[in-house]
Nanobody, 121 residues
Framework: QVQLVESGGGLVQAGGSLRLSCAVS????????MGWFRQAPGKERDFVAS????????YYADSVKGRFTISRDNAKNTVSLQMNTLKPEDTAVYYC??????????????WGQGTQVTVSS
């Protein structure tokens, strides 16, 4: 069983930065592609970014391109999301997911519990 645990969420002012981390319980995660999704109240879960198993290929939603950076450290079994120039519309619960690179949440087999990110204006 693969377990994902997110951390790093919090409250930040618009224009600020946060770094989310996802710790993965299983060594075999190095073969998984990983992604970040977010869900605002009353809205669907949206794709944010993903990274393939080697870290060579990354993908971003248009809304975060140029502001967010996804990375991974397979030696430490972690995936990170560096979020810069945050906007109030980035406010959501952010989820780490394993098993895909596509922007479709259905292809990911494992999910973390989520971490809240709140951006004040």
């Amino acid at each position: 069983q693969v377990q994902l645990v997110e951390s790093g969420g919090g409250l930040v002012q618009a224009g600020g930065s946060l770094r989310l981390s996802c710790a993965v319980s299983k060594r075999t995660v190095t073969t998984y592609s990983m992604g970040w999704f977010r869900q605002a109240p009353g809205k669907e879960r949206d794709f944010v970014a993903s990274i393939n198993w080697s870290g060579v290929n990354t993908y971003y939603a248009d809304s975060v391109k140029g502001r967010f950076t996804i990375s991974r450290d397979n030696a430490k079994n972690t995936v990170s999301l560096q979020m810069n120039t945050l906007k109030p519309e980035d406010t959501a619960v952010y989820y780490c997911a394993a098993g895909g690179v596509a922007p479709d949440a259905k292809v990911y087999g494992y999910w973390g519990q989520g971490t809240q990110v709140t951006v004040s204006s």
